[in-house]
């Protein structure tokens, strides 16, 4: 589609609002009026009275139009708001779909509904996302509800508190939806030794600089990747030296992603419990194998069961299970039954996820995008699951947008009180420091008593965080800097 940006350069906006219609389409941007088949003209235009946004869109043999004036001397934000709502009228007039975030696209609306309540108050909170980006007051509920609960958890933050991330980007085969540098082990058998020797290195530097800064450890994550598709022994190992080179005397939170069911046995369990982890997530994605097969999972729904009983013999007592709505050839009907079988296992949280779909993955690659109507069927879904949910006493407790997912839905993580996934949190809300190590990790630096926050980016593939670790070491020297220029005690 052609999108005419006239008057105006909210470019970003408007490409985002397209995309919540044709996600997977080719949006060419200009700032000229170039009418014709398959083109929206969003212009900007100033009068006497203040400013009036409008929109003319011809699509698939349709035309619609919308208008809004924005009256005095609003702001430019005001302004791009109103061009987008009128792009957003004209698609869903032209393809008969609503989305139930309206035109807002950012991936941390609870933290936006806590901005605004807080400069406002929760109603005229609501209001704004209702009026301002058409959003539905059921997804301004589920933010007001995760910002709360994100509150509570950050609360806790002191400037000297840090996160710590371990990625182990190896899995038992790749998912048809995955656009995560995730290798099968299989293929890189032979790099994993040299990955793992060098991780731990890594590992070492990285909490050296943790000590010498007095840092306080509060989360650990490891996850991937599968990290339980390595060996019993090889992830001994890699759990014994996160514990030997971090001082765990604050932490709260121990999590080890052991994502496949099929990687999980109790030797495996058994050392994950040995180091200390205090939970583990297990996740199936569905429950119907025929789902399963399609989305180039090697286990089935029963595997799954196994393992999560398997889990509970080695004594896990918080669990956590994923779920995705969205997925290639699941229906409303088997995404109930999927979650009803969660639900029979009792996991301390749960988190919906809804299908994302980006360019790497091998669905886009063999040319299997959902249909349209697939946005639909998945709001339906990740509905459901919020109802029943809370219904069963998991309540909903931070939450994420990612780009191109279907729907434009949202991932949410529910969890019995006390089970949050406090990581989770601290990650997507930026409050406070996360060192990252491995292949494709991001350190995030957080000011520690400001706003500030500085990236140190890993090599992305594990080929490349081998052939050039001295640059991923001798980057990790950013930490100290960044701390000398942001210090987390008074002098
Ligand atoms: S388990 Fe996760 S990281 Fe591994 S292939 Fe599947 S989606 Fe990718």
Redesign the pocket.
């Known amino acids: 589609m052609r999108l005419c940006n006239v008057g105006h350069e909210f470019d970003y906006e408007t490409e985002k609002v397209a995309r919540i219609f044709l996600p997977y389409e080719k949006i060419d941007i200009v700032h000229e009026r170039a009418p014709g088949e398959d083109a929206a003209i969003c212009t900007l235009s100033r009068d006497a009275d203040g400013f009036l946004a409008a929109c003319e869109v011809c699509l698939s043999g349709k035309k619609e139009c919308a208008s809004e004036r924005v009256a005095g001397e609003k702001s430019k934000k005001s302004c791009e708001l109103a061009v987008a709502r009128c792009l957003y009228r004209c698609l869903s007039a032209i393809t008969g779909y609503k989305s139930s975030w309206g035109i807002l696209t950012g991936i941390r609306p609870a933290k936006l509904f806590s901005a605004l309540s807080d400069k406002s108050g929760a109603v005229a909170a609501y209001k704004i996302f209702e009026n301002e980006y058409l959003c539905d007051g059921g997804k301004a509920d589920l933010c007001f509800k995760c910002a709360q609960s994100e509150k509570n958890i950050t609360g806790i933050n002191t400037p000297a508190s840090f996160s710590l991330y371990v990625s182990v980007p190896f899995?038992p085969?790749?998912?048809s939806?995955?656009s995560?540098v995730?290798h099968s082990v299989e293929n890189a058998k032979g790099i994993i030794p040299d990955y793992l020797r060098l991780l731990k290195k890594e590992l070492e530097a990285t909490g050296k600089v943790a000590a010498r800064l007095n840092l306080r450890l509060e989360t650990v994550y490891v996850g991937?990747?599968?990290p339980t598709a390595i060996t019993a022994d090889e992830l001994k190992d890699l759990l014994f030296s996160v514990r030997e080179n971090f001082d765990f005397s604050n932490v709260r939170e121990f999590t080890v992603e052991a994502?496949?069911p099929d990687t999980v046995d109790l030797e495996k369990l058994a050392v994950i419990k040995a180091a200390g982890a205090s939970r583990i997530s297990i996740?199936p994605q569905s429950m119907n194998d025929a789902v399963l097969r399609n989305i180039g999972r090697r286990h089935t729904a029963q595997q799954m069961t196994d393992a999560f009983y398997l889990a509970r013999e080695a004594g896990f007592e918080n669990i956590n299970t994923d779920l995705i709505a969205g997925l290639d050839g699941d229906t409303f009907e088997s995404f109930k039954s999927s979650l009803e079988k969660i639900l029979a296992l009792s996991p301390e949280s749960v988190t919906v996820h809804s299908l994302s779909v980006k360019r790497a993955a091998n669905i886009t690659r063999r040319g299997e995008m959902p249909g349209e109507s697939a946005g639909a069927a998945a709001g339906k879904m990740v509905d459901y699951a919020r109802k029943t949910l809370e219904e069963n006493g998991l309540f909903p407790y931070y939450m994420y947008r990612q780009s191109k997912t279907v729907g434009n839905l949202e991932n949410v993580g529910y969890a019995k009180p006390g089970f949050e996934g406090l990581y989770n949190v601290y990650i997507m809300d930026e409050t406070h420091t996360v060192l990252a190590c491995g292949a494709s990790a991001v350190t995030k630096l957080k000011e520690p008593r400001g706003d500030n926050i500085e990236r140190i980016f890993n090599f992305k593939y594990p080929y490349e965080y081998i052939n050039r670790f001295d640059e991923i070491i001798s980057r990790k020297r950013g930490i100290e800097d960044y701390y000398a220029k942001h210090p987390v005690f008074d002098k």
Do not use: D, L
């Open positions: 899995c085969s790749r998912c939806y995955c995560f995730s991937g990747g599968t994502g496949r996740n």
